[in-house]
């Protein structure tokens, strides 16, 4: 149907009830009810309450676009409804290199929020965890043992809750970080110089969950526009000023004990601000003092193949492949590529 205007000298007090008009108001109402061009639109107002039930809504006709940032809660969720699938997580695939009985400990990718790993050896078993430390850096690290006198590699594979993806230090989003611990020329341990010593190969770099600055997954939001927050609290102080200021210590422990909470947006300098602190997953390596930390070209093949297979969850082919006797780890730094401090940008082939 189409609206019809029906103006004020057809139905005033003079005016004949005509045929037209009868079919104008008669047409108007079914224009209104198509929401045809012209014709009034209902008002939210007009809308009874409880007025629309689930029976009125068509399937898949509610989109994420309709839905509050942040609507969803956990009284929203039914028990048992999320499953592995959709937990937003991710895996790490490290290694250490032992010379014979030996310990060994690496930054275990997702820190406090790791949900579980295993173990894996070459050539053969004897290794173990034997600890869990948090050093001065307050990385979460896993140790290991090798008791066998002959040399072999540990590995350890992890999965993680993820947060904070994709990373960019400078050269465009890093799809994967391939770290490298290679043995230098003349080290005291008498190991033959491009030695791996270690790796680390995950999607998040070592800084992301750990030391004192790390982003919190538990402190994220994600609004409809796919921007992140981190919800911080709002203190009065910094840190370091109430700690050397009872005071003001007291003025943050009050604030802390009815926190009040700011949403900050995370952008690409807040993802990196603690990089500093852990720039590398060795640190408190035993092979450390002997070797020079790499970071594999992110940008190169072989970084994009592991990416994909960390993506897979394929470890077994990562270990091989960066135990291939074809690969070869450049000692040369690439010019203009962004690293982490104390870290060295390199190329690989294989």
């Known amino acids: 149907m189409v609206w019809t205007t029906i103006p004020n000298t057809d139905i005033d007090a003079d005016s004949p009830i005509t045929v037209a008009l009868m079919n104008s108001l008669r047409d108007n109402t079914a224009a209104m009810a198509n929401g045809d061009a012209g014709a009034p639109k209902v008002q939210t107002a007009a809308i009874n309450d409880l007025a629309v039930t689930s029976a009125k809504f068509a399937n898949d006709s509610i989109t994420a676009s309709k839905i509050a940032a942040n609507g969803v809660g956990q009284s929203e969720i039914v028990a048992s409804a999320v499953g592995q ?15 014979g009985v030996q310990n060994g400990e690496i930054v275990l990718t997702g820190g406090s929020y790791t949900m579980g790993w295993f173990l ?9 965890i034997s600890s869990h430390a948090h ?20 590995y350890v594979y992890s999965r993680y ?7 960019n230090l ?6 994967v970080f391939v770290y490298a611990l290679m043995a230098k020329a003349g080290n005291r341990a008498g190991i033959p110089a491009g030695t791996i010593l270690a790796t680390s190969v995950a999607a998040d770099p070592s800084w992301a969950y750990h030391g004192s600055d790390h982003i919190s997954p538990k402190n994220i939001i994600t609004s409809k526009g796919k921007k992140q927050y981190e919800l911080v609290k709002r203190l009065p102080w910094p840190k370091t000023e ?22 900050v947006e995370i952008t690409m300098t807040r993802k990196l601000r603690n990089m500093p ?23 190169s ?15 077994a082919t990562i270990s091989e492949m960066l135990a291939h006797p074809s690969l070869v780890i450049d000692s040369v730094p690439i010019s203009g590529l962004a690293t982490p401090p104390s870290v060295m940008g390199v190329k690989v082939t294989l």
Do not use: C
């Not at 699938?85 to 010379?99: G, I």
């Open 301 to 315: 093949q072989l970084a994009m193949a592991a990416a994909e297979l960390v993506h897979e969850d394929d470890h």
């Open 161 to 167: 809750i993820q947060a904070s993806p994709p990373y």
């Open 85 to 99: 699938s959709e937990l937003k997580s991710a895996t790490a695939s490290q290694s250490h290199y032992f010379t």
């Open 242 to 263: 109430a700690l050397a200021d009872s005071v003001k210590l007291q003025e943050n422990i009050a604030a802390l004990a009815n926190p009040v909470f700011d949403q």
């Open 277 to 299: 602190n852990v720039p590398h997953p060795f640190e408190g390596n035993a092979n450390l003092a002997h070797g020079t930390v790499v970071l594999v070209d992110p940008f």
């Open 120 to 128: 894996g050896a070459s050539p053969g078993a004897n290794i173990y």
């Open 170 to 175: 400078g050269n465009g989003d890093i799809p």
């Open 135 to 154: 050093f001065t850096t307050y990385a979460a690290r896993v140790g290991m043992r090798s008791t066998s006198s002959s040399p072999r590699t540990g």
